[in-house]
């Protein structure tokens, strides 16, 4: 004969039991850990540049509508310094001296240690002047304040470094603030041409 | 209670006769339930940790979906600084390495010595700006972007490319590299660099 099943064993227990979240736990920290190790906290930002388009300067009816001749505003980095030129002719040298006015270029490098680490930057004297980069090319901006697109060519040897400079260099103005406040805007649209 | 249970099973005769020698001195019943607080085992409450984690873990998981491109950095690869304040895009990213030009983090073409492998170019002509092994590279991706875009129209090929490029790298380089993507329909370069620290 079959006993009774036991009426205590069967008895549920209706009090309310924790859920064991150590294990959840567990997880939850090792996935936090590996977030935090994989996300870089360098911020990173970005710098619009455009390829030449050859050949397509003409628009049909609507640059001959234009009033003014695009100002086709360049920059050249070469070992010597930037020289600036435009749609008219090539910028005169700001050195003194006949040569330097002729022959050298427009912006040349400079010996001074102050202005070497001017703009947060450390560089060997002689460097490049992006101060005096700066100053001109606002003298320029305020005689085509339309005007945004440059180009920017180099020598075969220039580093990335200094190109990206002349183009921080090229896009604002630290030294005069718009009515928000920020730095005065100035040739944003990068091309970059071939070498020199 | 169960205080009660623990309390009677936690103690031994020790403590049971020590206890008794001190209900004479002071106030008998202040220092048993002293001595029975310090005895009992408080469990950690890990609900409220837990809560915690969950709303980091969301956080974190927020901050990196939102992030487009995973950009790792390399040892072989210091990007310059800027003042730069524009933000970054998907697009196809582009490394130039001290020592290799890779696309989606595949390597296309070595560097040496600062000059494009000649390798790479056709002919082995040092003098192209052309680099083949690239173009190779961009091509098939472009011919990805615009299968997708057949089916997708809101994912049209717009020719972007994320251009990392280490800071020492020479503008020969740099117009080679940018010429083959101009000839792989890549027209529009975003180069990406580091936030200056303000």
Redesign the interface.
């Known amino acids: 004969m079959a006993r009774k099943p036991s009426k205590r064993s069967n008895i549920e227990n209706n009090d309310p039991k924790e859920l064991n979240?150590?294990p959840?736990?567990d997880i939850?920290?090792n996935?936090?850990m590996f977030?935090?190790y994989?996300?870089?906290v360098?911020?990173?930002?970005?710098?619009?540049?455009?390829?030449p388009?050859y050949g397509s300067g003409s628009a049909g009816s609507g640059s001959k509508q234009q009033e003014k001749p695009p100002l086709n505003l360049s920059v050249f980095?070469t070992d010597k310094g930037f020289t600036i030129a435009a749609t008219g002719g090539v910028l005169p040298g700001i050195g003194t001296g006949e040569e330097a006015k002729t022959k050298g270029p427009t912006i040349p490098k400079v010996n001074d240690p102050n202005k070497c680490s001017a703009m947060?930057r450390r560089e060997e004297a002689p460097c490049y002047d992006y101060v005096g980069l700066i100053k001109k090319l606002a003298e320029i901006k305020k005689i085509f304040p339309d005007e945004t697109k440059i180009n920017i060519s180099?020598?075969?040897?220039?580093?990335?470094?200094v190109?990206?400079?002349v183009?921080?260099a090229a896009?604002?103005n630290?030294f005069e603030r718009d009515e928000n406040n920020n730095?005065m805007q100035m040739f944003y649209d990068v091309v970059?041409a071939?070498?020199l | 209670m169960i205080d009660g249970e623990f309390y009677m099973e936690s103690t031994n005769e020790k403590n049971v006769i020590k206890s008794e020698s001190e209900e004479l001195k002071g106030p008998p019943q202040r220092k048993q339930r002293k001595k029975r607080l310090e005895e009992h085992d408080y469990p950690l409450n890990i609900t409220a940790m837990m809560d915690m984690m969950t709303i980091i873990l969301v956080y974190l998981l927020k901050n990196y979906s939102t992030d487009p491109t995973s950009i790792t950095p390399q040892n072989d690869l210091s990007m310059p600084f800027s003042t730069t304040r524009l933000k970054i895009e998907a697009a196809v990213p582009l490394a130039i390495s001290k020592n290799s030009i890779l696309v989606n983090d595949k390597e296309v073409c070595k560097i040496i010595n600062g000059k494009v492998d000649p390798n790479c170019k056709e002919g082995k002509n040092e003098e192209q700006y052309f680099i083949q092994t690239l173009y190779n590279a961009l091509d098939a991706e472009r011919q990805k972007q615009e299968e997708i875009a057949a089916y997708n129209p809101t994912q049209q090929f717009k020719g972007l490319v994320l251009v990392m490029g280490d800071k020492d790298t020479p503008f020969r380089v740099i117009s080679e590299v940018l010429y083959t993507a101009g000839q792989a329909q890549f027209g529009n370069f975003k180069f990406i660099v580091l936030k200056n620290p303000d």
């Open positions: 979240l150590v959840y736990l939850v920290v996935v936090i977030l935090i994989t996300t870089t360098i911020q990173m930002g970005v710098i619009n540049v455009s390829a388009k980095i947060k180099a020598e075969e040897n220039i580093r990335y470094e190109l990206v400079n183009m921080d896009r604002e630290p730095p970059f071939a070498g």
